[in-house]
């Protein structure tokens, strides 16, 4: 009886990819091109900020001479008497080409998928460390959300803020906030705006990765209150909230 066949298998080589608020809006296709070297089951540490990532790793190439592979486990019944029979076990190679390792560079093309989540990836397969007598690792693009200047991003939802004056808070505004993709997002006001206050706009946030739904937008206003007020300002205002 044969021993079961098992698999061998290569490192990964995970490497945390940086992607804009746009790229994972919109959807985007990252040519990799400067240079990556394979890290076995690990992370690279380089973070590709302009995702452009040369990818050279060892392969396997012929060498002179022949070298025992694909070895495996035989079991056979030998008879030491009559009647009697011991259980055995030999192992047996076939006779295969020398190999040894070598390198080699190639582009590598990423698409960033609408909606993509921190912790998501990007599989090559078999595109890892390889190994003797075995398969291929996996090279695995980790997602990772860059920070961005005008959006945070809490899972599907984005959050933002808004600065408006003390008199604008008061007696309302027209505003609007340009988005990750430049449509413009109707962020005014005719009622009174509480410092702080947050106000959701349904639909306006990230698309859900392999849907057609997206989260929500919510906009905190901060209000701008005046370093100082003249004594007729003073008196003015209290005319009319007095």
């Given at each position: 009886?044969?021993?079961?066949?098992?698999?061998?298998?290569?490192?990964?080589?995970?490497?945390?990819?940086?992607?804009?608020?746009?790229?994972?809006?919109?959807?985007?296709?990252?040519?990799?091109m400067?240079?990556?070297?394979?890290?076995?089951?690990?992370?690279?540490s380089?973070?590709?900020?302009?995702?452009?990532?040369?990818?050279?790793?060892?392969?396997?190439?012929?060498?002179?001479g022949?070298?025992?592979?694909?070895?495996?486990?035989?079991?056979?019944?030998?008879?030491?008497?009559?009647?009697?029979?011991?259980q055995?076990?030999?192992?047996?190679?076939?006779?295969?080409?020398?190999?040894?390792?070598?390198?080699?560079?190639?582009?590598?093309?990423?698409?960033?998928?609408?909606?993509?989540?921190?912790?998501?990836?990007?599989?090559?397969?078999?595109?890892?460390?390889?190994?003797?007598?075995?398969?291929?690792?996996?090279?695995?693009?980790?997602?990772?959300?860059?920070?961005h200047?005008?959006?945070?991003?809490?899972?599907?939802?984005?959050?933002?803020?808004?600065?408006?004056?003390?008199?604008?808070?008061?007696?309302?505004?027209?505003?609007?906030?340009?988005?990750?993709?430049?449509?413009?997002?109707?962020?005014?006001?005719?009622?009174?705006?509480?410092?702080?206050?947050?106000?959701?706009?349904?639909?306006?946030?990230?698309?859900?990765?392999?849907?057609?739904?997206?989260?929500?937008?919510?906009?905190?206003?901060d209000?701008?209150?005046?370093?100082?007020?003249?004594?007729?300002q003073?008196?003015?205002?209290?005319?009319?909230?007095?």
């Amino acid at each position: 009886m044969e021993e079961e066949e098992r698999i061998v298998k290569g490192d990964d080589v995970i490497v945390e990819l940086e992607a804009t608020l746009e790229d994972l809006y919109m959807g985007s296709t990252l040519k990799q091109m400067s240079k990556l070297d394979s890290l076995p089951q690990s992370d690279c540490s380089s973070l590709f900020r302009n995702h452009r990532v040369w990818r050279e790793k060892n392969i396997l190439k012929p060498a002179p001479g022949k070298r025992p592979c694909k070895c495996r486990n035989e079991v056979y019944h030998r008879q030491i008497g009559p009647g009697m029979f011991q259980q055995m076990t030999e192992q047996v190679c076939e006779q295969c080409q020398n190999v040894k390792f070598g390198r080699e560079g190639f582009n590598v093309t990423i698409d960033i998928e609408k909606g993509m989540q921190d912790g998501q990836e990007v599989v090559f397969y078999e595109d890892g460390e390889p190994i003797v007598d075995g398969e291929p690792g996996d090279l695995k693009f980790r997602i990772r959300t860059a920070p961005h200047d005008r959006f945070r991003r809490e899972g599907d939802d984005l959050h933002a803020t808004v600065t408006i004056t003390l008199v604008q808070a008061l007696v309302g505004f027209e505003k609007t906030i340009k988005h990750l993709d430049d449509h413009l997002v109707n962020v005014s006001s005719k009622d009174i705006t509480k410092h702080k206050e947050v106000r959701k706009f349904k639909g306006e946030g990230m698309p859900l990765h392999s849907s057609k739904k997206k989260g929500d937008l919510y906009v905190t206003y901060d209000v701008l209150f005046p370093t100082s007020l003249t004594e007729d300002q003073k008196s003015k205002i209290k005319e009319v909230l007095g």
